[in-house]
């Protein structure tokens, strides 16, 4: 990708929709997955992308990831103008607000690298045929080691479906859920990412997982006794004999799985 940053922001405006707490779960798992590159990292800058039409996830990120690094950074990033004017009114040291889009500009001396690129329900106004190559461009803009997350969750954050890429491209694939509001695991196909959403039909792998998940999940109603926890781990326990799961108890305990993109990558 050129040097030069564009004369407009990439993009378009998003809806907006932002409430608080609505990325818990996704930024949770980041602290654990990026905990080590956000350690050892030499500028720990994270960047909240499409925030929306209010400051809360960049505010709220920022907390998450100074119980790993205190002196993190986020950068929240915004095409639409009067949200950066909004969220200017919130900054303080190690967080800050700046006017763009998927070319990520960051505040700062030199060419800048963020650990961490978040878009939540950013791309899901978009074609699917635009994705691979936003998420190509937001890749070329981690730092070794960084992460892009995108994904999608509805407005109150309970039910999450994220991608993890890293510079090379797309790694995995996480389910994130309050168990006590899941009725089965299918139901997470709404909040699907946008390369992955019109995917799930039958001869694709997605809806393959998603059928032997709801499978597992009802294999596993005896478990529900003892709560739904213990019902989605024995569940993740048998999904495990035929899907590749990356993670183990200690996320599943969580209402969190997650899959090796590959196993789910549309054909």
Known sequence: MSSRTPSRPLGTVTRGTTNPNRLRRMDRWIVAALGRELRRSDDPVAVDLGYGAAPWTAVELLGRLRTVRADAEVVGVEIDPERVARGRAYERPGLHFAHGGFEVPLPGPGARAPVLIRAANVLRQYEEAE??????????????????????????????VWVALGPAGPRTVTFATRLGSLDRPSDLAERLP??????????????????????????????????????WIRSARLLATDWPLT?????WRQGELTVRWEALAPR
Do not use: M
């Not at 032997?212 to 478990?223: H, I, L, M, Q, V």
């Open 131 to 160: 994705v691979a190559a936003v998420w190509e461009r937001l890749c070329a803009r981690l730092a070794p080691g960084g992460l892009l997350v995108e994904g999608t969750c509805d407005e109150i954050g309970r039910r999450h």
């Open 194 to 231: 946008k390369a992955l959403i019109h995917r799930n039909v039958p001869g694709e792998a997605v809806h393959a997982f998603l059928s032997d998940f709801d499978r597992a999940w009802a294999a596993s109603a005896p478990y529900g006794a003892l709560g739904a926890r213990q019902r």
């Open 247 to 251: 993670d183990g108890p200690a996320r």
